[in-house]
């Protein structure tokens, strides 16, 4: 088979890789000449677990390549997978512009019948409008080349995106004809030897499944960062209130983790956008917008805890932070809690002095020289009024605290993960702040 996917970025160049990983004739494409270049050099765009490996190996071998030309690459695709970024726009609906400048330009140069696959997480109704853009390119053309689309939405965790790939728990396509379907069954065969399911459905149903899914779980996440809140002003303890329901199979215990609020690219994003998809369609998705809310609300827990502690005034007070990603194993800022954080505590006259294992070059990006950078974590402690935990990476889970005692200026911690025992830190006379319980 041979495949050609638009976008390298996060989920263009993860699917990609993967799919040549068991064989297959991969073409990445790009418009980003640099990022191609970079590509076949062994220079990653994003960071990734076993992603660099996994392309360099890949490339080596012949069965994968980087181009700019999506014309050379689609001639005699089986697949052509349009893996392009959907921004949200001014008013939280999905932006589909990259989406249909591809499809149209897929329908300017196809010399064959293939399938083209919406990858981009992407509204319902976005593959008719793919349809439409391919074959009015096909009508310029004059020429009569029979294609089919498909809806293969992903759903991969940033941090764990290749195992989530090579051995998915799921992968769920949408197809509207037979032919399509066998097409996708061939490619995918080698990915679910584990005995899980490779889900066929209709197209609509396909590009819905994405965005119910990334709205359960960013549900789940505000709900229980709402019953944290209640937990402290009610004396329990949030973590034993987790372990109590997450018991119940019904509930099932993932995803039940409290803290300083969800970001990323995918959460914030998908969720508007349903909330749009739903207005445009006369429906209010009242849970969904309380979700939204909550996760806004939240993100300032950590602020409020430390002005309650320190006061509302913190010029000349210097914080320790660890962790600037918005969760572990990624390089990822978008709508990281951090950055509100930071903010408040700028805004407030206070300084950050941060630490964080990858993402500190994406931070400096994005924030300038606004806080200071560490390329060690207890460096970031040192005269530090106060630790602010805010991303949970493994190297912060068994920390020296006896260490922390002697660099900071006050034993205070504040632990918007809740990484650390709150006994524990009791036993070590620290004063210290979590979620969700007192």
Not at 135 to 142: C, I, M, T, V
Not at 148 to 156: K, T, Y
Not at 225 to 250: H, Q, Y
Not at 379 to 402: C, I, R
Request: charged fraction near 25%; aromatic fraction near 8%.
């Amino acid at each position: 088979m041979k495949i050609a996917v638009v976008g390298t970025g996060y989920v263009g160049l993860v699917t990609g890789t993967c799919l040549a990983e068991v064989g297959i004739d991969v073409t990445c494409v790009d418009i980003d000449a640099n990022k191609i270049e970079g590509l076949k050099k062994g220079v990653m765009p994003i960071y990734e677990p076993g992603l660099e490996s996994m392309v360099v190996r890949n490339y080596q071998k012949g069965r994968l390549n980087f181009s700019t030309s999506l014309k050379e690459s689609i001639k005699d695709s089986d697949v052509a997978f349009i893996a392009v970024g959907t921004p949200p726009d001014e008013d939280g609906s999905a932006d589909l512009k990259y989406v249909l400048a591809v499809a149209s330009e897929i329908g300017q140069h196809m010399n064959g019948y293939g399938v083209v696959v919406t990858k981009s997480t992407v509204p319902v109704g976005t593959a008719e409008k793919v349809r439409y853009a391919v074959q009015e390119a096909l009508d310029k053309r004059g020429e009569s080349i029979s294609f089919d689309i498909a809806s293969n939405p992903e759903f991969l965790k940033e941090g764990a995106a290749i195992d989530d790939f090579m051995k998915p728990d799921r992968i769920v396509i949408g197809v509207d004809s037979d032919r399509a379907e066998g097409i996708m069954n061939k490619l995918y065969k080698p990915f679910i030897m584990n005995g899980h399911p490779l889900v066929f459905m209709d197209i609509p149903s396909a590009e819905m499944t994405k965005y119910a899914a990334n709205a359960m779980l960013a549900t789940r996440i505000s709900f229980m960062n709402d019953i944290a809140n209640l937990c402290e002003r009610m004396g329990a303890d949030v973590d034993s209130v987790r372990k109590g329901i997450g018991s119940d199979p019904r509930i099932g215990n993932r995803f039940l983790y409290s803290g300083i609020g969800y970001g990323g690219s995918c959460f914030p994003k998908d969720v508007k956008a349903l909330i749009k998809t739903a207005r445009e369609n006369d429906y209010q998705m009242r849970i969904l917008e309380s979700v939204e809310d909550v996760n806004d609300d939240q993100k300032s827990v950590l602020f409020s805890k430390l002005t309650s502690s320190m006061g509302e005034n913190l010029t000349g007070k210097t914080f320790g932070m660890w962790g600037l990603s918005f969760k572990p194993n990624t390089d990822d800022m978008r709508e990281a809690p951090s950055l509100v954080l930071i903010d408040k505590i700028l805004s407030a006259g206070g300084k950050v002095v941060a630490y964080d294992p990858v993402a500190s070059h994406e931070a400096q990006r994005i924030l300038g020289d606004k806080i200071t950078y560490v390329s060690e974590p207890y460096e970031a402690l040192n005269n530090a009024d106060a630790l602010l935990v805010v991303t949970e990476w493994s190297e912060f889970k068994v920390p020296d605290f006896d260490k922390i005692s002697t660099l900071l200026n006050n034993k205070i911690i504040f632990d918007g993960r809740n990484i650390y025992d709150k006994n524990e830190m009791k036993e070590l006379e620290y004063e210290y702040h979590c979620i969700g319980s007192k």
